[in-house]
Structure formats: C-alpha cells, structure tokens
C-alpha cells in the first residue's frame, strides 16, 4: 500500500449493529444507480434504467487515438482500432448483468460499500466481436492461462491506486459468447457504460464485464491483481483468502404492485385480484421454476414462468394471480435452475456482500 | 388525510442531529439518481446520467390510445395525439434543469427526503410545441390565471393519494420557451424523463416540468393541490404556510480533478499546475462571474466564463488553474448572476431542503 494514501483510502470494514447508512456509502448511491423495480416491465431495460457501479469516474477517451492493444504471451501482439474491431463479423447478445454486491445494504451487519438494497440489475443487448476471434488472431500462446483485462477508469481503492483490471480464465475467455461490445441495445455504448469497448461474460456478475476496455494480456501464471484477489472475494473474516466471485446467483425479483408512498415506498392495493409479476435469472444454468409466497415466506405456489424465448443469458418473466384482502402482506419470490441452486430465505453473509441472492420481500398494505 | 394511508405515509420530519441516512432515504437514492459530476464535461448531459426524480413509479402508458387532454376554461376543449403535436411547428430550447431538492442530504439538520448531496442536475436539449401555441389553439378564457399540468405517475405521499399535479401562472406558462417536449437530446424521451411528453419551464427547479403529462388544466382560482401548497414550499416551522420554491438559484459545481478513492470519493491529486474546470447556472438571469477558492473558502479569485453561447437557459464553463502543493485542500466555486444574485458560504435552512445552494467544497489531497 501507498502509505500516502492510507489517510484518504480506509480499509474494507463492516458496519456497527446500530449503524445507518453513511455519507461515504450516500456518494456512491448518489452516482451510481440500480434499476427502478418497475422497469422489470421491460424485456430490454432502457439505458438510463439499467444499473451501473462505475469504481472510479467515468474516462474521457480520446476516440481519435483509441486503440485496444492486445499484449502478452500472443504470437503476434497488436492493436485495433475501433473500425477494425467493427468491420469483424460481429454477434448480438441479450444479457441480464446484475452487480455482485446488488442487496448488500439489506445485510446485518451491514458490509460498508455502495449500498445496494435489490436493484443492482438490468438486461440488454450487446453487440460486439467475439473475443475468441480477436484472441485466434492475434495467436495464443502455449501457456497461456488467463486473459487479463484493464480499463481506462483510474483511481485508488484501499491504499492502492490502479486502473480498473479483471484476470478471466482463458476457458472462459473462449467461450463463443463473450464479446467486445461496442454497442448496447444497438446503439453506441453510453459513457456510463463503456464507451467505446467493454467485455461481456455473460453469466457473470458485472466485476467481470470491464468497462473502457483499452487492453488485454494473455498471461500464464494467474493474476493476483487487485479486483480478482483482494476485492470480489467471499471472506467471513477479514484474514481468509475467500473465495472468488463468478457467476450469477439464480434470483427472482417482484415488479411492485399498486403504488408507491413517496418516502417510505411501501406498495398500497385495493382488495381484488392483482397479477404479480416479476423476473427471473441465474448465471449458472436456465431458471425452471420461481415460486412465490404471499404471507411472509410461510407457504409458497408455483408462479407460471414464460415460454423460454432462446434467449439463454437473460432473465425471464414470472406472473402469478394473488386476490388481495385488507391488511398488512409481504410478498416473496424465490427462483430456482436447472442445476437446483436455489435462493436462501434466510441471509448467507460474507464482509464483502457479494452473491448476496435472498429471496426479495415486498412489503404491501391493502387498504379496506 | 386518508385516515388509511396514515400507516404507511408519514408526515415530512427533519433528521435528528445524530441520525445517519435512513433505509428510506436509501431507497429513493437507489431508485433515482444524480449527475457523476465528472459529466460537467460534457455541454449536454447524455440521458442516462441526466439526474433523475420520480415521485412515485414511471408510468407504463398505452401509446396507441395516448392523448393529451386540454380542458377547464378554455373555448374550445381539446385532445391532441402525439402525431397532432409532432406536426405542429417545434422548437428546441437547451435548459440545465436541476431538483429543488439538491443539496438536501448536506444540511444540518438533514430534511428526510430523496437524500441528494449536489449532483442532481443535468442539461439537455429539449424539443417540442411551444405551450403557448396549444393554448392559442384553445382559446384561452378571459379569466384564467394558472395552468394546471398533471402527470401519470400516481402514488401516495404524505397520506394523500395523487397523481403528480403542478399549477404554474399562466403569464409563466405562456413564455415562448416553455415547451411540450417529446424529444430530448434529439430521441423521444427515455421512460424516466417522461415519454412521451412532459412539460419545460426553463428557468425553474425540476418540479415544474411535469412529466408523463396527460392533462392541462385552465383555471381562474390560484390551485391549491399538494405539490404546490404543501410540498415545494420553502418553511421554517412545519405550521407556516411558506414560499413557493419557483426558480433555480445560481450555483457553480467543480468537476472534481485528480481520482477518486473508491470509498470516501476524496480526490487525490499530484503536485503541479492543474486546470480547475467547471459548470455554473441560474434561472434568474444569465451567469455573469465564477469565484474560485483553493483554501476553504477563506480567499476567492476569478476563474474565467466561457464565451456566452446564446443558450440561456443552460449551464456556462469556467476554468480556474491552480497550482497543487502537497497536503490536504479544500476548493470551493461561487457563482454569481446578472441580478446580483450570489451563493451562500455558510447554510440557509428550511425544512424542505428547497433551493439550497451552499458553494459547493470539493476535499482534494494532494501527494507529496
């Protein structure tokens, strides 16, 4: 560590019992954004809706003099510009990303962070070049294990000043439907989310998906970098190594019904019947079931899941018909994959609150 | 009141003095979102970093039976299609828009509401049919005296049950720049920022221009709904009726230099020249002078305006350099418009958090 920045830049702590939220944790909530529940709505989340968690600012860069180098252990180290990479044949992905910290702040104690409560999520379509193909290119080596990936943001986190930078197993740095994507939803990528070039793993939490990409490196010892052994790591004491944090958790969310109150955002029905509805994702293998409680995580029924529209990385839509009678309730929705991970009902914890998949409670009043 | 609603819908309150940000506070600073102030860069701020406040939910509307309605006291009532509006002749009018509320979460004590440090603001080009052509195209009866706009977004706050309603001074109203927009930054407008039309009053706090507008209303009494009597008024004590919030006062931001830390956003930079670059705006007359401070407020120097560019209504550059030294800074930038109107060094208060506009301070640690 800089020790001229331990004055600036604290270690990773969690908070006292009787803490709230702090203005460290309300600057990043302040910048960064989850999704509004209702844009669940959507199949493809509009830009601005979709979540982002930029680390350190967003980079200016200088589109003229772009270009991605492509470094380390390859036959033929090289550079491409942003119209080479275009002119590649391309792929279109639909992808839902969530962050590997979404519902941290609903954890006791509280790890102190940017302060998710559930919406750290949205979908849309990447289209890019498939990374394998840049990699077949410019020739991998013999040896090579890891890919490494740097981005263009620049700044300090716990004493060490850095750009933002991910080491990726080269297995799955091959996969057919990682991409370099330099467009979203078909346009351009917005500043906020990579402009001009970022990675796309799909299935994985968004820590791999690194944003302003300006270079990769084929390495073959593994990467002991920042964001891949310091950071995302699931540790319960703060001396463990932890365990790294990959794919997507499976996870239902719950589009709130009726309306909102302003500040305390408790949802307020009137009695009858009322179609819930909701998504549905895991990055680890197809949702097959999500199930939904209307009193509190007692009992649970089946909710009736859309036809599989082919779509594999992204999420999938839930409804279910509930009548509802005056009173306090308080909904759930829980999912379940093909592989049978299914979500806890209870917190699993750890210092960072990454993976963090408990199932997501609505609180609703009906009124008489 | 609804004497139902009470439960769930609490009365507006101040912090207490040791009181941290509450979970609600949170849940709205997920939701919605301000401007990452490194976007000071740019002269129009791209949508999806475009601050944001919804009241409630973004509406879902039903675009093939959507109308805007035009009734009460005009001569001719009338509904107008998107496709109506579009063919009328438009205008596009640049505007920095900015919430009432921004600066709320740095008051002592805090207003518990969308908990904003100082980074809701935005500036977007806007397009749209004047207003005061629609209402010409009614007829406007010989006593009306204030414009009512309703929005769909519907909700519950402070027990009352509404959809979000503005009334505004016809004499307000009928300016040439005020706008019913369907375009921002040349595409329709994003879910979040009201599609498919929403009202632009130039000059005033953000909310004024009523999104996702569905109705306007000609009337010949003052109106007396929620958002105009009892939220949006600028009190001391909860029993006083209090002044309407009406336009944006004049502030400066510094697009904070150096890089973050990730946690504490305290900017780290290193010693040497460094150019100090920033927005500042007023919707009371143009902007006519920035003052920069690089010792906490204590001394003040004049940074350079751009060239004015004919845009009003929008935000100006400024530009301040500054030698770095070692140690630990604090800049701070005040603004200054036309009319005299200047920012205060130290806090003005109200329970609304309203209008607040503190110079802003921006901590920077300079390395040795």
Same mark, same amino acid.
Not at 298 to 317: C, K, M
């Given at each position: 560590?800089?020790?001229?920045?331990?004055?600036? !830049?604290?270690?990773?702590?969690?908070?006292?019992?009787?803490?709230?939220?702090?203005?460290?944790?309300?600057?990043?909530?302040?910048?960064?954004?989850?999704?509004?529940?209702?844009?669940?709505?959507?199949?493809?989340?509009?830009?601005?809706?979709?979540?982002?968690?930029?680390?350190?600012?967003?980079?200016?860069? %200088?589109?003229?003099?772009?270009?991605? !180098?492509?470094?380390? &252990?390859? /036959?033929?180290?090289?550079?491409? !510009?942003?119209?080479?990479?275009?002119?590649?044949?391309?792929?279109?992905?639909?992808?839902?990303?969530?962050?590997? *910290?979404? *519902? &941290?702040?609903?954890?006791?104690?509280?790890? #102190?962070?940017?302060?998710?409560?559930?919406?750290?999520?949205? =979908?849309?379509?990447? +289209?890019?070049?498939?990374?394998?193909?840049?990699?077949?290119?410019?020739?991998?080596?013999?040896?090579?294990?890891?890919?490494?990936?740097? *981005?263009? %943001?620049?700044?300090?986190?716990?004493?060490?000043? $850095? %750009?933002?930078?991910?080491?990726?197993?080269?297995?799955?740095?091959?996969?057919?439907?990682?991409?370099?994507?330099? $467009?979203?939803?078909?346009?351009?990528?917005?500043?906020?989310?990579?402009?001009?070039?970022?990675?796309?793993?799909?299935?994985?939490?968004?820590?791999?998906? #690194? /944003?302003?990409?300006?270079?990769?490196?084929?390495?073959?010892?593994?990467?002991?970098?920042?964001?891949? +052994?310091?950071?995302?790591?699931?540790?319960?004491?703060?001396?463990?190594?932890?365990?790294?944090? =990959?794919?997507?958790?499976? &996870?239902?969310?719950?589009? @709130?019904?009726?309306? @909102?109150?302003?500040?305390?955002?408790?949802?307020?029905?009137?009695?009858?019947?009322?179609?819930?509805?909701?998504?549905?994702?895991?990055? &680890?293998?197809?949702?097959?079931?999500?199930?939904? !409680?209307?009193?509190?995580?007692?009992?649970?029924?089946?909710?009736?899941?859309?036809?599989?529209? *082919?779509?594999?990385?992204?999420?999938?839509?839930?409804?279910?018909?509930?009548?509802?009678?005056?009173?306090?309730?308080?909904?759930?929705?829980?999912?379940?994959?093909? %592989?049978?991970?299914?979500?806890?009902?209870?917190?699993?914890?750890?210092?960072?609150?990454?993976?963090?998949?408990?199932?997501?409670?609505?609180?609703?009043?009906?009124?008489?």
């Amino acid at each position: 560590m800089n020790t001229q920045l331990r004055g600036v !830049s604290l270690p990773a702590r969690v908070a006292a019992s009787t803490e709230e939220v702090g203005f460290d944790e309300l600057a990043l909530a302040a910048r960064n954004h989850g999704m509004p529940l209702e844009a669940l709505r959507y199949d493809l989340t509009p830009p601005g809706l979709h979540y982002t968690l930029i680390h350190y600012d967003i980079p200016q860069p %200088d589109i003229r003099n772009w270009r991605l !180098s492509v470094t380390g &252990r390859v /036959k033929e180290p090289a550079t491409f !510009s942003l119209d080479e990479l275009r002119t590649m044949p391309s792929r279109t992905v639909r992808v839902t990303m969530e962050c590997a *910290g979404n *519902g &941290r702040a609903l954890l006791r104690p509280r790890p #102190v962070s940017q302060p998710w409560l559930v919406e750290a999520v949205g =979908t849309a379509e990447w +289209t890019g070049v498939p990374l394998r193909a840049v990699l077949a290119e410019c020739g991998i080596g013999h040896d090579v294990i890891e890919a490494v990936f740097t *981005g263009a %943001d620049h700044g300090v986190e716990r004493g060490v000043e $850095q %750009d933002y930078r991910r080491g990726l197993a080269l297995d799955e740095a091959r996969r057919e439907e990682v991409l370099l994507a330099y $467009q979203m939803n078909g346009a351009p990528l917005p500043p906020q989310h990579g402009y001009p070039l970022r990675l796309i793993v799909p299935g994985w939490y968004g820590m791999a998906q #690194v /944003k302003w990409l300006r270079e990769i490196e084929l390495v073959n010892s593994p990467f002991t970098g920042f964001q891949n +052994t310091v950071a995302y790591r699931a540790r319960r004491r703060p001396d463990e190594p932890g365990e790294p944090v =990959t794919r997507i958790a499976v &996870r239902a969310l719950i589009n @709130p019904p009726g309306m @909102p109150d302003f500040m305390s955002r408790t949802r307020i029905v009137r009695p009858g019947p009322l179609r819930l509805a909701g998504r549905a994702w895991s990055g &680890r293998a197809p949702v097959t079931r999500v199930d939904v !409680s209307t009193d509190g995580c007692r009992t649970w029924a089946e909710a009736d899941l859309d036809i599989a529209t *082919g779509h594999v990385w992204a999420w999938r839509e839930w409804i279910f018909d509930w009548e509802a009678t005056p009173g306090d309730h308080v909904l759930a929705a829980r999912a379940t994959d093909a %592989d049978g991970n299914t979500q806890p009902v209870h917190q699993a914890w750890n210092r960072g609150g990454f993976a963090n998949n408990l199932v997501h409670r609505v609180h609703v009043a009906c009124l008489p």
